[in-house]
């Protein structure tokens, strides 16, 4: 059975700074294309970027990669998102999807909060 947990959520303050992290147990890290998602209240979900197994990642906006870095260590097992110059629009709750040809596995989301 596959896993993917994320961590690192939190409160922080506009302008502050957090990393997350995405681990999967029960597969073979490498060969998943990884993805970060986020979901704010009332909104749909939404893509931040994916990250290839030779770890390239790709950003859904441009807005986004300059305050927000997916990277991926394979022999870590590890998937991150360092993210800066938080804003309270970015306050979310922020999931990881694995995908293997059709399989596709989700995290239950780590939750961000930005504000005062």
């Known amino acids: 059975q596959v896993q993917v947990v994320e961590s690192g959520g939190g409160s922080v303050q506009p302008g502050g700074s957090l990393r997350l992290s995405c681990t999967i147990s029960?597969?073979?890290?490498?060969?998943?294309?990884l993805g970060w998602y986020r979901q704010a209240p009332g909104k749909q979900r939404e893509l931040i970027a994916t990250v290839t197994p030779d770890a390239k990642p790709t950003y859904a906006a441009d807005y986004l990669r300059g305050r927000f870095t997916a990277a991926r260590d394979n022999y870590k097992k590890e998937m991150s998102l360092q993210m800066s110059s938080l804003r309270p629009e970015d306050t979310a709750v922020y999931y990881c999807k694995a995908v293997f040809a059709k399989y596709e596995y989700w995290g239950q989301g780590t939750q961000v909060t930005v504000s005062t």
């Open positions: 029960g597969g073979i890290f490498v060969i998943y294309n």
